[in-house]
Antibody
Framework: EVQLLQSGAEVKQPGESLKISCKGL????????IAWVRQMPGKGLEWMGY????????RYSPSFQGQVTISVDKAINTAYLQWNNLKASDTAIYYC??????????????WGRGTLVTVSS | SSELTQDPAVSVALGQTVRITCQGD??????ASWYQQKPGQSPILVMY???NRPSGIPDRFSGSRSGNTASLTITGAQAEDEADYYC???????????FGGGTKLTVL
């Protein structure tokens, strides 16, 4: 089955570090970009950035540049999203998604189940 | 503008037709994609490119574009179509992704 398998829910304190993961299964992981999307409680979807697993090229949304780090381990078909100094405002569900290009258009055809990150003292 | 604008809420009577719209300058260049999200679930892709439905999406869903406005039309809305709908596009620089704020669809 083609899927994106995300790591489990996390509860952290402000100031802590965190790295969540997304493993691609059932398809050629290096052939498709992976993106991360944030959804804060009761709010809409926000694109954070994407990476090309083949060459590790990464592009961030200006809103998230410097706030998070996106990385990949191509050998194990896994992408990561990392924080070094969590804030309460990072509390959200984080989705990894497969990022597709058709002609010049982009879309997200495969979504993980999401990782709930709760940051609270 | 680097934003996509959606109406926050739309309602439709069961079996009737509803159009969910999304405005943004990027649509003068790129097509929208549309995502359906039901409570407690991950979003799913329901429309992409010019008017393409992924496998498993009913043919009552269709997409269109005119000027700076993209639309998702549901012809004969069903109770199971009640959900949040998000539009998405590549931005006008070509390097970023944009999401609309979402439209909550209620089927009466």
């Amino acid at each position: 089955e083609v899927q994106l398998l995300q790591s489990g829910a996390e509860v952290k304190q402000p100031g802590e570090s965190l790295k969540i993961s997304c493993k691609g299964l059932g398809y050629s992981f290096s052939s498709f970009y992976i993106a991360w999307v944030r959804q804060m409680p009761g709010k809409g979807l926000e694109w954070m950035g994407y990476l090309n697993p083949d060459d590790s090229n990464i592009r961030y949304s200006p809103s998230f540049q410097g706030q998070v780090t996106i990385s990949v381990d191509k050998a194990i078909n896994t992408a990561y999203l990392q924080w070094n100094n969590l804030k309460a405002s990072d509390t959200a569900i984080y989705y990894c998604v497969r990022h597709i290009t058709v002609n010049a258009d982009w879309y997200f055809d495969l979504w993980g189940r999401g990782t709930l990150v709760t940051v609270s003292s | 503008s680097s934003e996509l604008t959606q109406d926050p809420a739309v309602s439709v009577a069961l079996g009737q037709t509803v159009r969910i719209t999304c405005q943004g300058d990027s649509f003068r260049t790129y097509y929208a994609s549309w995502y359906q999200q039901k409570p407690g679930q991950s979003p799913i892709l329901v429309m992409y490119a010019k008017n393409n439905r992924p496998s498993g999406i009913p043919d009552r869903f269709s997409g269109s574009r005119s000027g700076n406005t993209a639309s998702l039309t549901i012809t004969g809305a069903q109770a199971e179509d009640e959900a949040d709908y998000y539009c998405h596009s590549r931005d006008i620089t070509g390097y970023q992704n944009l999401f609309g704020g979402g439209t909550k669809l209620t089927v009466l």
